[in-house]
């Protein structure tokens, strides 16, 4: 009875050594350029004659591609939406109404690798107002996108910098508290997240991962 209680009591002991534990967290950051850039040029036109908006649609729209070949983008890369036209006679609200009939939207959209051309060609479209184009401001449905396709080409270097960073943490709390640290008990991958660096330079990413790990405590 006696050496079962002895063998008993010591494996309460190694159970509550293999108990201790702790949990840290690993940060792995990388800045990257976006690889796609979506971009849509929109433009309007206003008459009371319902063929002049069509055909005045036809024309930016033929414009707005001329100028996105001339900045080097081919045929493939643009596509012409269906123009969006509105009768403001048909309309059932009331109140202050315009002198044209009829208002007309056609967005023009770019999607491209190009990403530097489009950064550039942008700074140019005051020449296509020249020509008589009337662009529409970018709105939350007209705005230039830039994204980051490329992330799994990252993922491998950037899990094993993370789980470094975490294990440094654990290392240093098992040395603060006079312990070694043990073997991993769980680890949980964080989601990526691709975020704009800021909001002046959409076009340079921000990639992050935090990975979650728990380590053994041996004394």
Known sequence: ???????????????KLLDRTVVVKGLAE????????????RFSVADNDLTQVYD?????AEQVSAFLARQGFSDAEITLNTPEVTDKLAQSYGGEQSPLRYSGTA?????TNKVTTVITARQQLFTLAKQGVNLASEGYNARTEFLFTELNQLKPQMIEQSTRNA???????????????????????????????????????????????EYYLID
């Open 107 to 111: 967005t023009v959209t770019l999607y």
């Open 56 to 60: 005045s649609l036809e024309r930016q």
């Open 1 to 15: 009875m006696a050496l079962a209680a002895l063998i008993l009591s010591h494996g309460m002991q190694q159970f």
């Open 167 to 213: 294990r440094e943490v654990a290392e240093r709390f098992a040395q603060d508290s006079r312990s070694t640290l043990g073997k991993i008990k769980r680890a949980q991958q964080g989601i990526f997240s691709i975020r704009d660096r800021d909001s002046t330079t959409p076009h340079v990413k921000k990639v992050r991962v935090v990975s979650t790990v």
């Open 30 to 41: 990388q800045e990257v350029d976006a690889n796609i850039a979506i971009w849509p040029i």
